[in-house]
């Protein structure tokens, strides 16, 4: 067998009725399997380190974006209009997206513009009544669910990810595709590695290849950050720079990663025709 781990495993099982029982699962499986594929580096780090997966049998591949497709989208009429000093989010509105961080450190920051979050969940009600009590109710828009999210990004300043976890943040990618930079925290795992660079520092902020990493619920060091993206030539070097990086995540070297990986299994196994 061959196991592609798609999350942070520790992050995505550390709460819920069975996390325990999920946990013994993993670590009494996952060594057992030929090749586990996992979706960052960090991903890697965290099975070899707490579920016991050898280190020889781990195999990174990342996932895969049409740079082509997401071009013609950003192309597109937006179904929220953005300007050139709005930041976006886009996710699901659960706690693991934390977009309560990007909302506070929005209002800290002296940005201009408004902050735009895609997505629809369960904490919009409670997402609504923080923005209400900060006093942004006409610069935070939650605006749901958006069929085409990248014409929003693509004329927008910069993408925020606010994220508590993730295994590798496709939507930074995505948005790096659109030429828009990101403001991204340190989380386990995938921002680092697609920034390349880190690990984020206390109270600063890195610049990395296509946007800037901050330590992890660190609000103030966010709005510093996107305080940063509003210097037109910092900005600029970054949209080029996150461009550049959004081209190494090609579907051509996605099939070939996974290929590899399963052709050394089935050599391992002399099963290779």
């Known amino acids: 067998a061959i196991i592609s781990e798609r999350v942070d495993t520790r992050a995505h099982l550390a709460t819920g009725r069975?996390?325990?029982?999920?946990?013994?699962?993993?670590?009494?499986t996952y060594p057992r399997a030929s090749r586990v594929i996992a979706v960052s580096g960090g991903v890697g780090d965290g099975l070899i380190a707490h579920y016991g997966v050898p280190k020889a049998k781990i195999r990174v591949c990342y996932n895969p974006l049409d740079a082509a497709a997401i071009a013609l989208r950003c192309a597109e009429a937006p179904e929220v209009e953005?300007?050139?000093?709005?930041?976006?989010?886009?996710?699901?509105?659960?706690?693991?997206?934390?977009?309560?961080?990007?909302?506070?450190?929005?209002?800290?920051?002296?940005?201009?513009?408004r902050l735009?979050?895609?997505?629809?969940?369960p904490l919009r009600l409670q997402l609504e009544a923080e923005i209400a009590g900060l006093g942004l109710k006409d610069r935070v828009v939650l605006a749901g669910f958006c069929a085409n999210p990248y014409a929003v990004i693509a004329r927008s300043r910069?993408?925020?990810?606010?994220?508590?976890?993730?295994?590798?943040?496709?939507?930074?990618?995505?948005?790096?595709?659109?030429r828009t930079p990101a403001v991204a925290v340190d989380c386990p795992s995938g921002p680092r590695e697609v920034l390349e660079v880190g690990p984020a520092v206390a109270g600063q902020f890195?610049?990395?290849?296509?946007?800037?990493?901050?330590?992890?619920?660190?609000?103030?060091?966010?709005?510093?950050?996107?305080?940063?993206?509003?210097?037109?030539a910092i900005r600029a070097r970054l949209s080029d720079a996150a461009a550049a990086r959004a081209a190494d995540f090609t579907v051509e070297a996605a099939v070939d990663a996974f290929w590899a990986v399963i052709a050394e299994s089935l050599a391992s196994q002399g099963s290779l025709a």
Do not use: W, Y
């Open 82 to 113: 953005a300007g050139p000093d709005d930041f976006v989010g886009l996710g699901r509105l659960v706690v693991n997206k934390n977009f309560s961080l990007a909302i506070r450190a929005f209002a800290a920051s002296r940005a201009t513009g």
């Open 116 to 121: 735009i979050i895609m997505g629809e969940g």
């Open 18 to 28: 069975f996390a325990a029982i999920a946990n013994a699962m993993v670590r009494l």
């Open 206 to 232: 890195l610049e990395g290849r296509g946007g800037l990493l901050v330590p992890l619920n660190d609000v103030q060091t966010m709005a510093m950050a996107i305080d940063a993206m509003h210097d037109d």
């Open 158 to 178: 910069g993408f925020i990810l606010s994220s508590l976890a993730e295994g590798l943040p496709n939507a930074v990618i995505e948005a790096m595709a659109c």
